[in-house]
């Protein structure tokens, strides 16, 4: 099983390569490649679409390498190969991004990336940090996973969703912010797994044996 993580130049991907190898390796779920070419991602059994930064700008970076995104597009939406977005790469299944200016996304999921609003005006946004889990969904990919359990953040956005159904967990940040969504071969989480410990490691073990 090969499982493709996409590097579009738009963060560091040596923490979520050497968490994704290290759960391939313990559990024998194939090999990792980091990799940019539209030809590996296409012969790839997995992809995962992490991101760092602005949506717009990830966006633009994506599709900057030709025929990047359509090998992505036909992989997971055409053919149903699991796929995991990480931060920026889970905003990306969104209708669009408001972030700066409104941005199309991919449309898998329908809904909106919006800028965090707390209620309380003392909690500082970003939203930078530990915070609770909160499943409101089981799902194979959290198998394992329960509420309260932490996870890492770092954003200042966050996808709305518009089904109730694709929301799969939540945090609380004096008001509820979408961790992590999901649909038939899709998940997407917006906290980063590979910086969350134990939580993180048994999401992409998961990720890594999951049969849509």
């Known amino acids: 099983m090969l499982t493709a993580?996409?590097?579009?130049?738009s963060g560091n991907l040596h923490s979520a390569q050497k968490a994704f190898e290290r759960m391939a390796h313990e559990a024998g779920h194939g090999t990792i490649v980091?990799?940019?070419?539209?030809?590996?991602?296409?012969?790839a059994d997995r992809i995962v679409l992490p991101g760092d930064g602005a949506f717009p700008a990830c966006?633009?970076?994506?599709?900057?390498?030709?025929?990047?995104?359509?090998?992505?597009?036909?992989?997971v939406y055409q053919q149903g190969k699991p796929f995991m977005g990480i931060c920026i790469g889970m905003?990306?299944?969104?209708?669009?991004g408001l972030e700066f200016e409104p941005t199309e996304g991919f449309g898998w999921i329908p809904g909106e990336v919006r800028h965090i609003e707390p209620a309380d005006a003392a909690l500082k946004v970003p939203h930078m940090g530990w915070?609770?889990?909160?499943?409101?969904?089981?799902h194979p990919v959290l198998e394992g996973v329960r509420t309260g359990d932490h996870a890492y953040f770092v954003h200042s956005?966050?996808?709305v969703v518009e089904r109730p159904e694709h929301l799969l967990a939540h945090?609380?940040?004096?008001?509820?912010?979408?961790?992590?969504?999901?649909?038939?071969n899709m998940v997407g989480t917006q906290f980063h797994p590979e910086k969350s410990q134990a939580v993180g490691l048994r999401?992409?073990?998961?990720?890594?044996?999951?049969?849509p």
Request: proline share 4%; glycine share 6%.
């Open 5 to 9: 993580l996409v590097d579009y130049d």
């Open 34 to 43: 980091v990799t940019s070419e539209p030809d590996v991602v296409a012969k």
């Open 59 to 75: 966006r633009r970076a994506l599709d900057r390498f030709t025929g990047l995104f359509e090998a992505i597009e036909e992989g």
């Open 91 to 96: 905003q990306m299944m969104a209708t669009r």
């Open 131 to 138: 915070n609770d889990l909160v499943i409101d969904r089981p």
């Open 157 to 159: 956005f966050h996808f």
């Open 171 to 184: 945090a609380d940040y004096a008001g509820p912010i979408t961790a992590i969504v999901g649909r038939d």
């Open 203 to 211: 999401i992409i073990s998961n990720f890594l044996n999951w049969k």
